[in-house]
Every structure is written in C-alpha cells, then in structure tokens.
C-alpha cells in the first residue's frame, strides 16, 4: 500500500488510530512479532490496539506509535499543523 493512501490526519476514536496504526506498519512491512521484538511489546497487546481496543495503556500504545515512526501531536481544535517533506511546519488556523 503506497504511503499515499493511508489517511494520516486528525484521529478522533480508538479504532482510527489502531488502524491507523495497523496501515502503517503493513505499509513499512513490518509483523506484529518484529514490532514486538523492537518495543518489547506482546502481540496480543499490539494486535488488541490495532483492533481499536480501549482499555490499551497509553504509555505501550506512544511507545508502539514510536517504534513504528509515528508520532502524536496535541493542539488546539480547530488549528491545522501543515508539514513538508523538508520537515517544516506551517500553522493555519481554520
């Protein structure tokens, strides 16, 4: 799956950023076991997050999201971080 066609954006439930999640990882072509390895993580608790699950614990999901090359940013509703490829960010408020 091209990086392309992941919605990458605002996450408003569980379940978006779990597949979110999950789109990622297979677009990298990474296994739930090489995840695991890399974060000592179980499967079972990355498969359970993936899935959208509620009771994950935020400190294993940041560290999941880390691992694969994601990060979390927090802000104001309503405002739009933009980035570039260069690395850039650009603010715009909607």
Same mark, same amino acid.
């Given at each position: 799956?091209? $990086?392309?066609? @992941?919605?990458?954006?605002? @996450? $408003?439930?569980?379940?978006?950023?779990g597949r979110l999640a999950r789109a990622h990882r297979k677009q990298r072509r990474l296994t739930l076991e090489t995840v695991s390895g890399l974060g000592n993580l179980s499967t079972r608790f990355l498969s359970e997050f993936e899935r959208g699950r509620e009771t994950a614990e935020i400190g294993k999901v940041l560290k999941a999201l880390r691992i694969l090359g994601l990060e979390v940013i927090i802000q104001p509703r309503g405002q739009v971080v933009l980035t570039h490829r260069t690395g850039k960010i650009h603010e715009k408020t909607t």
């Open positions: 799956m091209p $990086q392309n066609d @992941i919605a990458y954006g605002k @996450i $408003q439930t569980v379940e978006e950023l």
